[in-house]
């Protein structure tokens, strides 16, 4: 099992422009994340799909977008990246939100906006 | 709104020797689960250790163990024993209806 996949790793933008981020999960889980981690801020929540065809605005939703593409994959799209937005992002998935449920992480994509 | 707060950003300790990493949390909630997560240079994020609200029995996992103070609405990470792969950083989290808030961790450097 390879468990939370991203792609990718790593990725340099000029402001303005757009990506998609790509996760996926094969542990047939129901509940899928995004996070941002800056420095000194931990991890802020900024989508979540509590189950397939569900998506909800986390902490700091402002300038991304997600879709739930079917219960193994959930992108998010950056549509006009601004310098704000360097930070790296984590996907992470859990069996259901919230409760006992543990969060399986992605190793993380690195992106920086110039 | 629940909070997750960690007041150490960063904390040592001699190899061998034990260490408490502090975190309080806010809620308004009776049932809820907390949990510590490790991240090392790795950058891949691990659970260390799972607490639920109900239990008062603190929870232990070989040389992590916590101290939950649901009263005082605390919950603390001892690492015994330090070890140089311990050395990472630390995020409490908290669980509640549906989703997670992370506090902003604690990094942990172990001295040889």
């Known amino acids: 099992n390879a468990g939370v996949t991203q792609t990718p790793k790593f990725q340099v933008l000029k402001t303005g422009q757009s990506m998609t981020l790509q996760c996926a999960q094969d542990?047939?889980?129901?509940?899928m994340y995004w996070y941002r981690q800056d420095p000194g801020m931990g991890l802020r929540l900024i989508y979540y799909?509590?189950?397939?065809?569900?998506?909800d605005k986390g902490e700091v939703p402002n300038g991304y977008n997600v879709s739930r593409l079917n219960k193994r994959e959930f992108s998010l799209r950056l549509e006009s990246a601004a310098p704000s937005q360097t930070s790296v992002y984590f996907c992470?998935?859990?069996?259901?939100?919230?409760?006992?449920?543990?969060?399986?992480f992605g190793p993380g994509t690195r992106l920086t906006v110039l | 709104a629940q909070t997750v707060t960690q007041s150490q950003p960063e904390m040592s300790v001699q190899e061998a020797e034990t260490v408490t990493l502090s975190c309080t949390y806010d809620?308004?909630?009776?049932?809820?689960?907390l949990f510590w997560y490790k991240q090392p240079p790795s950058r891949q994020m691990i659970l260390v250790i799972r607490?639920?609200?109900?239990?008062?029995q603190n929870a232990t996992e070989n040389r992590f163990s916590v101290n939950f103070q649901k009263a005082a609405k605390s919950f603390s990470l001892k690492i015994s024993d330090s070890q140089l792969g311990d050395a990472a950083m630390y995020f409490c989290?908290?669980?509640?209806?549906?989703?997670?808030?992370f506090g902003t961790g604690t990094r942990l450097k172990v001295l040889a």
């Open positions: 989290a908290y669980s509640g209806t549906y989703k997670y808030i």
């Open positions: 542990m047939n889980h129901n509940s």
């Open positions: 809620t308004s909630e009776s049932d809820y689960y």
């Open positions: 607490q639920e609200a109900y239990k008062q």
């Open positions: 992470a998935s859990s069996e259901l939100a919230g409760g006992p449920n543990e969060q399986f």
């Open positions: 799909s509590a189950s397939e065809g569900t998506t």
